[in-house]
């Protein structure tokens, strides 16, 4: 039977909206916004969408009329009388109400701020400006907009059967990744892969063969849309945006140097437990640890982002065993080019050594490497960054000299003032 | 969306029909139905099911309720007008009123008579008995309720995803077949899949792929229900129950010598072109051939069912060139056991030298094979046969000693009239 209200209904569509929710979005980023909304609220920063896959040339894939609309209709949406309601009374880590009353005032009148886009070089330039609570949050959308737009290009020049194997053919490939998994009794892993996803449908596909397919092995998703519908945990802490931000905002080298441990002071004051996770890569792991006061020691875990995943955890190790930490007590998150083969080679090594977690990304929500012709689905490597604030540039350094981005000189300042040394270069696929 | 209406209709079913239709069923049973009607319409004969694969349990696995609804509610089902018209007045093998009134009016009135059923040694004896034009429709929906019952009891212990990857795996591995299968240019290839399918909406499905990858070169389905709902041609000619049947009801072993020929003499009268098929393997390949009338060489093409495929292709080439006839003027069907290795492979070797088209059935229609935990899906080998026309035993030799059918003493008889000699056997798959 043919649902023709259903049909009808999806004919009003001007566009078919990529984005339908202001929370189809990361719950760091809501996390971050609070903190950012409450210690530095007036920052004035700019976000840029940055493609490090130069061959593959968006603005020749992607129709700029049709990039507009679908951000302009990001910028149309507001918070629901059901989010608002999610966000204010679910339980988020074990604590009620984490979203304070003048924050949660504050996203419901939001609306994404204005963007800037123009074409050079076969790339779009998509720049956001203004407060840094309201700009922040185009992070993910504007991300998942690319990134789906370039999926639905490559898309519409297929079949029905074609698309119909297509997805045979990908669902086959996660649910055989999800078996594997299911093999590691102790896994904790959760989905980290809204921002470089297929599509939105194709990373709630992937989030409930997760729930199905792991059970209480799979811990939640990022996205705070689908942990609302599908009634599973939102997962999260803070990004490297914090730590940049706060260090461009630094007038002195004294102030750079103790600006990423301002950030965690902050947020510090305003979580405990399982949100006390410290990402000390932003300028470099070994240097952030060593220079670490004493009650980051304490916090609960280490996020691994950049570098070499296995060397960075056994860093933190050693680190904590120094501190006079017990590490079997701390938890190390995995989140950086996951995949089951590294998923289960570190499982190995660090199990019961450290309490270990996996956030996996875009291998989770994007892999359909090799499924067309030309590879032309394969995941890329978009992201969307503070690149100033306050009129000055962001630097970020990282484990991995290849994911560093920032003026050339302010780089060079950023390596001499956090004593980085030589850096191994990692590829980045994603 | 949910579609209140298609849920409560569904769930209005007491059953879920597995056979909807009289239609749903092989052409060539239709064809073979209006010959028998006008030669032997008062022949009494049995059918019988025969599983053929022992160690798949059928009646430990199908439960004997849910079998007796299935046939239960395809003897409630009669011809509707929709079908009538379709078959009255579609044009099948380029020839307008293929059926004739007289027939047409048999079948409006048709119901599928009584079965016995039974169990016995974990199997099930399901036997069809009455007249002959009657009884033989029973062969191709008895067949199919008993492979997808068979499909259903494995299917119903899996979960969603579980269910959901499993098709994505039987269509993933389907489309690369016919991936594969587009390299050759010139093929030829039908659908012959319905009496051992894995479920109706499967062989649907890989009808709309075969039509979607295949175009021209696939040239239609066996199943009328399908051929109809779909636009495309109704493929088939005729099968071992009428030279069965016939030589059963031979009174001396002169006749039985004439029966197979007589089958075809009949089916001359009423058939030209590409319905003049020799179906040349029940009693033997070569001596069939060696005895043949001059006139039978002149028929259109011949169908390779049973033995070496590229033997009896071989065969009937040398026969046609020693009849003087060219070969590249006829038709060599293969139907027996095939899948894409061996289709690429008789395309290669008779390409040009004789105009050659496929029969796809099994591993068409239930390559199930390998995708469940203890291979439950996997296809077998179950038929339904003439056992006995007129109270005699029926008997079938084929060009492979494994597919014999008959009691042993009628079979030596029948191998000593038709001069059969020694026969390599082959494994039967489906």
Redesign the interface.
Known sequence: ?V?I??RV?NHKWKIDPIVRSLIDTDFYKLLMCQSVFRNRPDTNVTFSLINRSKSIRLAELIDEGELREQLDHARSLSLTRGESTWLRGNTFYGKRQMFRSDFMEFLEGLRLPAYQLEKRDGQYELTFEGKWPEVMLWEIPALAILMELRSRAVLEKM????L??L???A??RL?EKIEALRELPDLRIADFGTRRRHSFLWQDWAV??MI??LGERFTGTSNCLIAMRRDIEAIGTNAHELPMVYAALADTDQELRQAPYEVLADWHEEHDGNLRIILPDTYGTKGFLQHAPDWLAGWTGIRVDSGDPAEGAETAIRWWQERGEDPRQKLVIFSDGLDVENIVSLYDQFRGRVKVSFGWGTLLTNDFRGLVPGDGLAPFSLVCKAVAANGRPTVKLSDNPAKATGPADEIERYKRIFSVGQQAERDVLV
Do not use: C
Not at 159 to 162: D, I, K, L, P, W
């Open positions: 039977m649902d209200a259903t209904y079949g029905r059967f074609e119909e194997v997805y045979a053919r669902m086959t649910w409930q063969a199905e397919g």
